[in-house]
């Protein structure tokens, strides 16, 4: 058995079973193995980053990693901005990656670089195979760390992917997340006791339905508040959902919204800091004099923390007071208040939000909290071009429900490419562009510096000469789309898409 | 003085006048400072390797380094690949990339990534600036190491950006290209002396007309031959220059092209090696009883070595035999052959070629070796995604010239958002792209592997469901746009574009 053989059984033995892939020379013997041996669906992207951010998308909706495979070297380098993303989300991916022959390395031929060493940043597993023997074993140990919500980088040079006696590496066992400390909990319970004002911040999988209920029964019994961080990973929200709010981006609004909190307990989050640093500002978020308390870290079962300190403060079950939902959609002229107004009222019964629509984002959250129940998705590294790969990966784990991509124009160019595969995929993806021709986002950033935008940094920030065509990219990429110049022609162009079972593209002119 | 105002007065002061720029949150106070101090040429790239590509063409035509401007950590990962490609043309590059600011990277941000890891890799120098008083001097010693061909990339944490106190460096001195020892010069004429078959193979600089012409009479004088590296940065070549063949990308074809030598002489280049390892097939492509010399070092001027070792070998002037050029489009049904011809015989006086097109390269390289005179650049470090942003990189230097890029569609999806930036810069650009909706190479390749594409393999080497409309995408970015199903379309569609001003995107069907 060969080394590319030997993986991708061993791959398949441990309930891997999804590639996304854009290969190149150096791993055509693992795709000839792929062809050999059936059960592997494999999806092309055009472009790396691509591949990286649909398969952080397809952890989310699936909680079960896929797999990539990226071409040495510079194919990684293409997708590391999202596996940045994936990893601040806590997604696992089995990120596969070829290289240069073993004994080809040294001759520095003209693709050779430092795979490894640009994979290391990203990844929290990484390992080179040394030998076609090993590669059975060493794909089952990423494995296990991918299932852990970890990149796990498996560098597979050409010669241990062709060469023989490999073998097929068992299914490693994964422990599920461990229960925090009895004393965690009681720490918490105390704080919660003490009567002052105290702020449950809520991150990862604490954000699930069920989650979120405990933790506001605990509220209600505490007086306690509910937060949930700036970017998250996945909310479960909606109609029949407690309604949460996020961290404010705007390092002031966060302070305002922090303020007077005498401790905060973090439950599956991290302390709240400022995205980025300005002159004069704080960049931890919380008051100097508030206590912090971990629940549950990251790695640990937050959603069973949450329902052990529920029980130690005798929290009553309540049911929610269930506001109506959002059912009326705009009319008239298209603004974003309008976009969000309609889009929460048309939403689709289990829809996958995906939202990079990073100046539009916030009123379609507000809009759409007693919306249908939905799933929604954040840019969780900062690193744009997420949207429309997440979107991608999301609907391939999903199955059945429809995907919505809000997705800003300005982020939207750098990862295009993934409308192509959503267009081969047939997948249901409905992408709505706020095309607003501007890197809106830093035109704020120049003000926040104290400076004028002036004809050059309005030059490195308007997307308006030329005026990017959505509705041409898209069909030039097989996708179908249209422009909504009214908040009706909006409306109809929904509920047309949420109809069909493929992608459709629709750009709002802002 | 703020750090930005020092980093932009140093770049004026040392001449660099080009930025090419897809700047973020952390890089503002330096967009700020450029929109006060003019002159500085800002060219947005709506992706980064866009950015890093175009910077990597400009440098081949202008002979002196732009600069980019990245955003902290994956800002600078999506430029990565188009980085490697300019470090393997030895292209000087100021990359210029921003962070967190010093104080902040310990809270560990969501965007905080270990930007000066990533850059280490592609770079020869690498500075992360530790305080703002020191900006102008690192800038100055990062423009010194670029002029010199190098990628120096200076990491400017946002607050030594804002912070004040600093001052602008001076220009540094740049020494030329040192000249090879005598010994070397008197080590290669033994060589040529000898009769055994020789190769004088070059590379770099050393593919300028002047050295070609040179190398041609040391030919002429000693029965050696000529060829040039597989990949180059630039070849003048055309009517009225010597005609040079390359070391092919196959190996077999590579190895039977170097068979018999038993000096291979080194000039301005390494030695040639195989691009990626086969089972059973060598990595030095010459054979193994064949003597290496190196007249120049890729650092070394190549050219006076060649002038030297002609003066010492008293090679006598002559003059070139002047084959026809080319004059006589195609007609008919548009095979690669026939858009090769075409384009021959069309190609613009001082064109400037830039060939990213895999599979149909080598036959306009062939038709096009007595076409006007023009400059040809190749793909460099087999980073595919190249061709589109160093064509708007050259276009920028090359003022007055038209550039033709010659584009397989595979490869170009990968940074086609250097489009727009050719739709906004208005720039003089004929985009031939070459659709066989395949990755046609990696087709070959798998075969290399000794597999059957079937249809796991096609598919993930097909580009045809959907099939890509590239005038639909260009459009869209902003670039007019037309298919050529016939040879004659295409030679009607290339004599308007050569008269236009602006860009212009042919899409030939295979």
Avoid at 65 to 93: D, E, F, K, M, V
Avoid at 343 to 365: K, Q, R, S, Y
Wanted: aromatic share 4%; with cysteine; charged share 15%.
């Amino acid at each position: 058995m060969t080394g590319a053989e030997a993986l991708v059984h061993t791959l398949l033995g441990s309930g891997v079973d999804l590639c996304f892939a854009n290969p190149g020379t150096t791993e055509m013997h693992v795709v000839a193995a792929l062809e050999r041996i059936p059960g592997i669906r494999c999806v092309l992207g055009l472009q790396e980053n691509v591949v990286t951010g649909a398969a952080d998308g397809y952890w989310r909706m699936a909680e079960k990693p896929a797999a990539t495979l990226l071409h040495c070297g510079p194919g990684l380098a293409n997708g590391l901005a999202n596996l940045h993303n994936a990893r601040r989300a806590r997604s696992g991916i089995v990120n596969i990656v070829g290289d240069q022959a073993t004994y080809h390395r040294a001759l520095d031929a003209p693709l050779t670089a430092d795979t490894e060493g640009w994979a290391r940043n990203v990844s929290a597993w990484t390992r080179t195979v040394r030998d076609a023997q090993t590669v059975g074993r060493d794909a089952a140990a990423a494995i296990e760390a991918a299932r852990q919500g970890q990149i796990a980088t498996l560098i597979v040079p050409a010669d241990t992917a062709w060469n023989s006696n490999s073998s097929i590496g068992g299914a490693l066992p994964v422990a599920s997340a461990p229960e925090p400390a009895p004393s965690a909990i009681e720490e918490a319970a105390r704080a919660l006791r003490s009567t002052q004002p105290t702020l449950l911040l809520l991150g990862g999988r604490s954000l699930r339905a069920a989650a979120l209920t405990t933790a506001y029964r605990i509220a209600a019994r505490t007086d306690a508040q509910v937060m949930a961080e700036m970017f998250n990973a996945r909310i479960e929200r909606g109609c029949g959902r407690p309604s949460i709010s996020r961290v404010p981006y705007l390092v002031d609004q966060a302070v305002a919204k922090l303020a007077g909190f005498k401790h905060l307990i973090l439950v599956s989050a991290t302390p709240p800091v400022s995205f980025f640093a300005y002159p004069g500002k704080p960049g931890h978020l919380y008051p100097p004099d508030c206590e912090l308390h971990v629940l549950a870290r990251p790695e640990q079962d937050g959603p069973c923390a949450l329902a052990q300190l529920a029980d130690r403060l005798q929290a009553p079950i309540s049911s929610l007071q269930e506001p109506d939902r959002p059912k009326e959609v705009a009319h008239g002229s298209l603004t974003v208040a309008a976009a969000a107004q309609t889009i929460a009222a048309l939403l689709p019964e289990n829809a996958v939000v995906v939202n990079e629509a990073g100046t539009c984002g916030p009123a379609i959250f507000s809009a759409s909290q007693h919306a249908a129940p939905h799933d929604w998705l954040d840019l969780t590294g900062g690193a744009i071009g997420a949207g429309l790969p997440m979107a991608t990966g999301a609907a391939i784990a999903a199955a059945g429900r429809r995907v919505v991509a809000l997705q800003a124009d300005g982020s939207g160019m750098y990862t295009v490419q993934a409308l192509w595969t959503q267009a081969r995929e047939r997948l249901p993806i409905t992408t709505v562009v706020f095309s607003n021709r501007a890197y809106a986002i830093l035109l704020a950033e120049l003000a926040n510096a104290g400076a004028q935008a002036g004809p050059i940094a309005r030059k490195m920030m308007s997307l308006s000469d030329p005026a990017i065509g959505w509705t041409q990219l898209a069909t030039g990429l097989g996708v179908e789309a249209a422009r909504a110049e009214t908040s009706e022609q909006l409306a109809d162009l929904l509920r047309s898409s949420f109809r069909s079972s493929g992608p459709f593209l629709i750009e709002i002119p802002l």
